[in-house]
Nanobody, 120 residues
């Protein structure tokens, strides 16, 4: 079971990016999906999360600019980022609580990071 994050890159201030997170493996269900970020020299912070029921939460710093979504049929999640600012520069990680076929309980699975750089 793994998560694969993609979509990072270099973008100018005011620009947009879409990050994607693809889950693979023997997953029976995906519960809350989250996106975190960690800027150089700073602690990792929760950026956005979406529950299995579609409820969303955002960090105050990204409200109104970022949108988290999920497609359970495809086992994927997206983070659409608009009006990007230099302070959004960070490594972004996706994570999800998943249930694995044949195993009891829920597992917190993390993807590798993807770099987002906002600079002119």
């Amino acid at each position: 079971v793994q998560l694969q994050a993609s979509g990072g890159g270099l973008v100018q201030p005011g620009g947009s990016l879409r990050l994607s997170c693809a889950a693979s493996g023997s997953i029976s269900s995906i519960n809350a999906m989250r996106w975190y970020r960690q800027a150089s020299g700073k602690q990792r912070e929760l950026v956005a999360q979406i529950t299995s029921g579609g409820d969303t939460n955002y960090a105050d710093s990204v409200k109104g600019r970022f949108t988290i979504s999920r497609d359970d049929a495809k086992k994927m999640g997206d983070l659409r980022m608009n009006s990007l600012k230099p302070e959004d520069t960070a490594v972004y990680y996706c994570a999800a609580f998943v249930r694995i076929r044949g195993r009891s309980g829920s597992f917190d699975v993390w993807g590798q990071g993807t770099q987002v750089t906002v600079s002119s």
